[in-house]
Nanobody, 121 residues
């Protein structure tokens, strides 16, 4: 199983973007999907995850700027990002949660290549 994030691009400070994450080889309606990002030279950072029933967990650092949603019929999860800052520049990934701490990269599988988000100042 592999997931692919898309929708990244170049945006100005204060702008918004919507990222999508699609799975084509299995139905993930029963799975929790996580979002991470990785800036150059830094570890992969946990952003949060969303369960099929609507429960979400957000990293404290997001401060309400990011919103997760999902459309199980389309096998797609979304990450809406508002009030973007230059420090949000990173490659954004989605992955399927297996078990373990939500914030731990090792708790997930199905990593794709990610999508680049660049926020200009």
């Amino acid at each position: 199983v592999q997931l692919q994030a898309s929708g990244g691009g170049l945006v100005q400070t204060g702008g918004s973007l919507r990222l999508s994450c699609a799975a084509s080889e299995y139905t993930f309606s029963n799975y929790a999907m996580g979002w991470f990002r990785q800036a150059p030279g830094k570890d992969r950072e946990y952003l949060g995850l969303t369960w099929s029933g609507g429960f979400t967990n957000y990293a404290d650092s997001l401060k309400g700027r990011f919103t997760f949603s999902r459309d199980n019929a389309k096998n797609t999860v979304y990450l809406d990002m508002d009030k973007l800052k230059p420090e949000d520049t990173a490659v954004y990934f989605c992955a399927s949660y297996r078990r373990g701490p939500y914030y731990n990269v090792a708790s997930y599988y199905g990593w794709g290549q990610g999508t680049q988000v660049t926020v200009s100042s």
